[in-house]
């Protein structure tokens, strides 16, 4: 596979905000990079995936599966065994070669550049590194319409931005039916805000992607969105602070990571918020991170609350006879403060509602 023969990466010095378009060498360029995304209940469904991929695919197939990142993945051998291509954790420029899958490494976003990938330790995007949104994103800038997004079993909703990105390039869609994931919401979330063009079972995903890479690609795009270079420039540690203004306009809230202002982007309608340091969120995950917060500090004023009253029933022992209107004072202010306490295990128990 030539490196970016229709669409290479434009000229970082100049800050260009379109990639190149280039005259492919000999026949037309077709399906031939393929990304893949799954969370909960991905292991099963990218086993069946690759088990169903020819040992001659004429593609790339890179992978993201969200790991805890003090978990070491073994994905690369479990999907080396279950299918006749090879399959290796990726390493920083590795060069993209057709018949071969790369997984991400634990704690490590995958990224593809025209002719190789990238590897980095970026900030994390909707709580996950790796994560599905930056590997879409950098490779529909970096190859268009050659590229294959897939969405697979998962929740929350990694991978809808994704695949718009891939779409506004020109590339091609595809999400696995939400009725035959194991986890719908991820799958069910990028129908919701995409039009997908290609809605199956995983049994029948891996025939579709070997068709496709034998099929000539679109054209490449005259000019590709300019806000999705400075998204995939943030996953690459190199973030512009002053692109934010031209992502999206400054929000109310705060980044649950960093504590720095959220600027929110819509998207058709999928609302989605990143800070100025990268960290990014889809509505869902900001939601559930807030719900997180709002866990701690509930602990934070439970366990302050409790020392207080503590402190204030040794205090009044202290004078049980001396000073008595004193005792009674702080005695009385513990109880008032016991039924705080009372109230704030009520909210934990249901849950902050």
Not at 130 to 159: C, E, H, K, N, Q
Not at 207 to 233: K, N
Not at 277 to 296: I, K, N, P, R, S
């Amino acid at each position: 596979m030539e490196p970016a023969e229709s669409f290479a990466a434009p000229d970082e010095a100049q800050g260009a905000a379109e990639p190149a378009a280039q005259p492919a060498a000999g026949s037309a360029p077709t399906h031939d990079i393929v990304v893949v995304g799954a969370s909960a209940g991905g292991v099963e469904t990218l086993q069946r995936l690759v088990a169903d991929l020819p040992a001659d695919l004429p593609a790339a197939v890179f992978v993201v599966l969200h790991t805890h990142p003090d978990f070491c993945s073994q994905l690369a051998t479990i999907l080396a065994r279950a299918g006749p291509l090879p399959a290796l954790a990726a390493e920083d420029g590795m060069p993209i070669e057709p018949g071969r899958v790369l997984v991400a490494p634990s704690d490590c976003h995958l990224l593809v550049e025209p002719g190789h990938v990238a590897v980095t330790r970026g900030p994390r995007e909707n709580r996950h590194r790796p994560a599905i949104d930056p590997l879409f994103r950098s490779a529909a800038w970096a190859y268009g319409p050659r590229v294959v997004g897939v969405v697979l079993s998962g929740g929350l909703d990694d991978g809808t931005a994704g695949l718009s990105a891939i779409k506004s390039c020109g590339g091609t869609t595809v999400v696995q039916d939400p009725s035959d994931a194991f986890a719908p919401d991820m799958p069910a979330n990028a129908l919701l805000h995409n039009r997908v063009d290609h809605r199956l079972p995983v049994a029948e995903i891996g025939a579709l992607l070997a068709r496709l890479a034998h099929e000539p690609a679109g054209a490449p795009l005259a000019e590709a969105p300019a806000a999705l270079r400075a998204e995939v420039d943030f996953a690459r540690l190199k973030g512009d602070r002053d692109a934010m203004d031209r992502l999206g306009t400054l929000s109310p809230f705060t980044c649950p990571t960093c504590r720095g202002a959220l600027w929110e982007m819509d998207d058709a309608g999928h609302l989605r918020y990143r800070c100025h340091t990268g960290h990014a969120f889809t509505q869902g995950t900001l939601m559930v991170e807030q719900d997180a917060a709002l866990e701690a500090a509930v602990y934070s004023a439970l366990r302050a609350v409790e020392e207080k009253a503590t402190a204030l029933r040794r205090l009044a022992q202290r004078w049980p006879d001396r000073y008595p209107a004193l005792r009674d004072d702080y005695e009385g202010r513990a109880f008032e403060l016991d039924e705080t306490a009372e109230r704030l295990r009520g909210l934990l128990a249901n849950g902050g509602r």
